[in-house]
């Protein structure tokens, strides 16, 4: 069973930074699709970041809207993956989750994701930016 557990939530003001950390019960991370998602009240959860390793090159993916401003990552020797958010803005503010495609080794479009069938989520992480 995958496990996987997200810190470094926070209430920070726009223009600051913030990085996510998830941590897993299993190593996944080099193998599979694993992504950053996130959630704010009366909207549906939307994809904001994600990264495969296909064949053993690393790539990533982002929505429009962080792009340029959040970049993940993944450490496999720790069985971690890492959202570092800079320039935030109030827009970002919601409940962040880390997500692991267990059996996706390429990812899929950041839209269908969040109702993969293959997916493990987190409880999530609070952002909160005030403007």
């Known amino acids: 069973q995958v496990q996987l557990v997200e810190s470094g939530g926070g209430s920070v003001q726009a223009g600051g930074s913030l990085r996510l950390s998830c941590a897993a019960s299993?190593?996944?991370?080099?193998?599979?699709?694993m992504g950053w998602f996130r959630q704010a009240p009366g909207k549906e959860r939307e994809g904001v970041a994600a990264?495969?390793?296909?064949?053993?090159?690393?790539?990533?993916y982002y929505s429009d809207s962080v792009k340029g401003r959040f970049t993940i990552s993944k450490d496999s020797a720790k069985n971690t993956l890492n959202l570092q958010m800079n320039s935030l803005k109030p827009e970002d503010t919601a409940k962040y989750y880390c997500?692991?495609?267990?059996?996706?080794?390429?990812?899929?479009?950041?839209?269908?994701?969040?109702?993969?069938?293959?997916?493990?989520w987190g409880q999530g992480t609070q952002v909160t930016v005030s403007s």
């Open positions: 990264i495969d390793g296909y064949r053993g090159v690393s790539r990533t």
């Open positions: 997500a692991a495609f267990v059996g996706r080794s390429v990812c899929a479009a950041m839209s269908t994701m969040p109702s993969d069938p293959l997916a493990y």
């Open positions: 299993t190593q996944i991370y080099s193998s599979y699709c």
